[in-house]
């Protein structure tokens, strides 16, 4: 029988904790939320202040009509008009006190909001490569887009509200206890009921609308599948699939949303009703006590305005408790974004006279910690060199690139060690490293915008004239010379306005532009037919004078001319010499460049006959 409980048992501990968790993880998010608030805190606190007055000034009211209707009750005639004016002035000032309210919170709470996004959006900049592969974009984006949306608008409509209502019930519970403490007990009998029911279901809306923001962001992430791979999709009839999937996380939101909204639909009456009974309530036994003899008529309208004024907090209060719990969902979402740890900044790369350019010792690395991709490698890249990294599929040459870009850290008890110019790259400047190289891959990015400006990405703030060189030199002018708008082209997404060839071109121009020592080229030329393989590899043949360059490739007939080519076979180099040298070895690599040889032979064949 314990044994049977014990699961149970478990089950419930670990509820327990992961409740505890949220409560903590939320807790965390809002006092990071509020950091950001404290910096824009004069207008808050002119909003903080006003919300106060109003909540005074309404309570203020409430006491002169009081004292009306108490004079009004002994004939006081002039004192009751003298009530009058002050009752008008009093409403006057709490006109500007509420607009303070609004526009005092909302100030601060904007500009909070819109520091929160800025800092997400650096925060993101800084991200490990590494940690960010891990994640969609889409999901990214529906965190900064939805989520960032739903704290937006409670700090800017409810935030404020948070201390004028409770301010305002507190002043006129106190109030009417003074001047009628058992009336005002009879009329509040059922109000712990509401209070605990909009708790209950506030709670249900806050894990409710998480999981539809969840959804949200799933939803976000098949839709820029779509988008992004529109040709793939087509070509190979998945719209159907992906639309279905689409479909069905829809519904899913739908029924989360529908659930919060059927849950809002039936709580909100029972609220109202149960809001209206301290009224009713306090009529039957006010008049119950007048008949008494012990309340006047009078006093008893006075009661029923200050009840209604103590009564207008707790109607909004509910609603507010369900939208901060909606809030809470998101806000731990965004805030998730900002707990992600960042690559290291404090190091410094500064290259050392004469140093090697890229030097690997005793490099073990895998991505997942039991399958290590590269195997105790150790190489150096002697400067003004250009060494060829050749090798089956999965032997680990982009791995290479990866680790000396400092997109994937070494871990943390590995003996091994990148150095850069001399200088070893853990803990060193993510942004100084990079600074060194220019890399260009096999499907360069082009970002939406102008060739000029694409090309411009490679040194901030270049010159016309030196991207119309950079250009020149990577062979590219003369086809953006032919274009409509020339260098004012708008390239469409990822440049896909150009040819594979042309898209090269312009991001070997930007490699120019950057001027970098080190060159990582990873099959910068397979992806392309003859004609533009040929402009490409007389472009990369400039851009490779003078600087050291490491090179990914395929075709051994495109590296037969370089200092020394390296073969990877499952994480490790087992060979290594000029093309000479490694036929003279008869290994791998001749293997391999017979095959190509072979193969290239029996296609030419085939075009002649
Ligand atoms: N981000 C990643 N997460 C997990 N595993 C990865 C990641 N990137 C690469 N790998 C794995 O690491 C191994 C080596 O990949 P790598 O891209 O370095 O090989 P490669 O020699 O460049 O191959 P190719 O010539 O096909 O580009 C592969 O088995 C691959 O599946």
């Known amino acids: 029988m314990e044994a049977d409980q014990q699961p149970f048992v478990r089950e419930q501990v670990t509820e327990e904790a992961s409740k505890r968790q949220t409560v903590y993880a939320t807790w965390k998010a809002f006092r990071w939320l509020m950091s950001y608030v404290s910096r824009h805190k004069g207008w808050m606190i002119v909003g903080i202040l006003s919300a106060i007055a109003a909540a005074v000034i309404e309570i203020w009211t409430g006491s002169l009509i009081e004292q009306l209707t108490t004079q009004a009750e002994k004939g006081a005639g002039p004192i009751v008009l003298q009530i009058v004016y002050a009752v008008f002035v009093v409403i006057l000032i709490g006109v500007p006190a509420k607009f303070f309210m609004s526009f005092g919170v909302e100030r601060s709470s904007a500009s909070a909001v819109q520091d929160v996004r800025n800092d997400v959006m650096r925060h993101i900049g800084k991200l490990r490569v590494s940690d960010l592969e891990k994640q969609h974009s889409g999901d990214m984006l529906s965190r900064i887009n939805n989520d960032l949306q739903l704290i937006q608008q409670?700090?800017?409509?409810?935030?404020?509200?948070?201390?004028?209502?409770?301010?305002?019930?507190?002043?006129?519970?106190?109030?009417?206890?003074?001047?009628?403490?058992?009336?005002?007990?009879?009329?509040?009998?059922?109000?712990?009921?509401?209070?605990?029911?909009?708790?209950?279901?506030?709670?249900?809306?806050?894990?409710?609308?998480?999981?539809?923001?969840?959804?949200?962001?799933?939803?976000?992430?098949?839709?820029?599948?779509?988008?992004?791979?529109?040709?793939?999709?087509?070509?190979?009839?998945?719209?159907?699939?992906?639309?279905?999937?689409?479909?069905?996380?829809?519904?899913?939101?739908?029924?989360?949303?529908?659930?919060?909204?059927?849950?809002?639909?039936?709580?909100?009456?029972?609220?109202?009703?149960?809001?209206?009974?301290?009224?009713?309530?306090?009529?039957?036994?006010?008049?119950?006590?007048?008949y008494q003899g012990q309340l006047g008529a009078g006093e008893l309208v006075a009661f029923l305005y200050l009840l209604n004024l103590c009564l207008e907090p707790l109607e909004h209060i509910p609603e507010l408790i369900t939208r901060t719990f909606e809030m809470a969902g998101a806000l731990r979402r965004v805030s998730d974004i900002v707990e992600q740890s960042t690559e290291t900044e404090n190091g410094h790369l500064i290259p050392k006279a004469n140093a090697t350019p890229i030097e690997f010792k005793n490099v073990t690395f895998g991505y997942e910690d039991h399958s290590p991709i590269l195997r105790n490698v150790s190489f150096s890249v002697p400067e003004g060199k250009t060494i060829a990294l050749v090798g089956a599929s999965g032997g680990g040459k982009s791995t290479v690139f990866k680790l000396?870009?400092?997109?994937?850290?070494?871990?943390?008890?590995?003996?091994?060690?990148?150095?850069?110019?001399?200088?070893?790259?853990?803990?060193?400047?993510?942004?100084?490293?990079?600074?060194?190289?220019?890399?260009?891959?096999?499907?360069?990015?082009?970002?939406?915008?102008?060739?000029?400006?694409?090309?411009?990405?490679?040194?901030?703030?270049?010159?016309?004239?030196?991207?119309?060189?950079?250009?020149?030199?990577?062979?590219?002018?003369?086809?953006?010379?032919?274009?409509?708008?020339?260098?004012?082209?708008?390239?469409?997404?990822?440049?896909?306005?150009?040819?594979?060839?042309?898209?090269?071109?312009?991001?070997?121009?930007?490699?120019?532009?950057?001027?970098?020592?080190?060159?990582?080229?990873?099959?910068?030329?397979?992806?392309?037919?003859?004609?533009?393989?040929?402009?490409?590899?007389?472009?990369?043949?400039?851009?490779?004078?003078?600087?050291?360059?490491?090179?990914?490739?395929?075709?051994?007939?495109?590296?037969?001319?370089?200092?020394?080519?390296?073969?990877?076979?499952?994480?490790?180099?087992?060979?290594?010499?000029?093309?000479?040298?490694?036929?003279?070895?008869?290994?791998?690599?001749?293997?391999?460049?017979?095959?190509?040889?072979t193969e290239a032979a029996e296609r030419r064949e085939v075009a002649h006959t």
């Open 154 to 290: 409670f700090m800017i409509r409810d935030f404020a509200q948070w201390f004028y209502h409770p301010l305002l019930f507190i002043g006129c519970f106190a109030y009417l206890i003074y001047l009628q403490w058992e009336l005002m007990l009879y009329s509040l009998l059922l109000f712990p009921v509401a209070l605990l029911i909009s708790q209950w279901i506030g709670k249900q809306l806050e894990r409710l609308t998480e999981e539809a923001q969840t959804n949200m962001g799933r939803m976000n992430v098949n839709l820029q599948d779509t988008l992004g791979g529109m040709p793939i999709v087509k070509s190979y009839l998945l719209s159907g699939m992906l639309s279905r999937s689409y479909q069905v996380l829809l519904q899913l939101t739908a029924q989360k949303k529908l659930a919060v909204k059927k849950r809002e639909a039936w709580v909100n009456p029972l609220l109202s009703t149960l809001m209206i009974s301290p009224i009713i309530f306090a009529v039957s036994y006010g008049s119950y006590l007048i």
């Open 404 to 597: 000396v870009c400092g997109f994937y850290p070494l871990p943390e008890k590995s003996e091994g060690e990148i150095r850069v110019f001399g200088t070893r790259i853990d803990g060193a400047d993510p942004e100084q490293l990079r600074s060194h190289f220019s890399v260009v891959t096999q499907d360069s990015y082009l970002f939406s915008g102008t060739i000029a400006e694409n090309i411009g990405y490679g040194q901030e703030g270049a010159s016309m004239d030196a991207i119309i060189e950079a250009a020149k030199v990577a062979q590219a002018h003369s086809f953006i010379m032919k274009l409509s708008d020339g260098y004012q082209t708008y390239v469409g997404e990822r440049g896909g306005f150009l040819s594979g060839g042309q898209r090269q071109r312009i991001a070997m121009a930007r490699a120019f532009l950057k001027d970098a020592p080190v060159l990582l080229l990873d099959e910068p030329t397979s992806a392309l037919d003859p004609e533009s393989e040929s402009a490409v590899q007389k472009a990369l043949g400039v851009l490779m004078k003078q600087r050291t360059t490491m090179v990914i490739a395929h075709r051994l007939s495109t590296v037969q001319s370089v200092d020394e080519i390296w073969v990877m076979e499952q994480g490790n180099i087992v060979e290594k010499g000029t093309h000479e040298q490694l036929l003279g070895m008869n290994g791998l690599y001749a293997q391999s460049y017979y095959q190509e040889f």
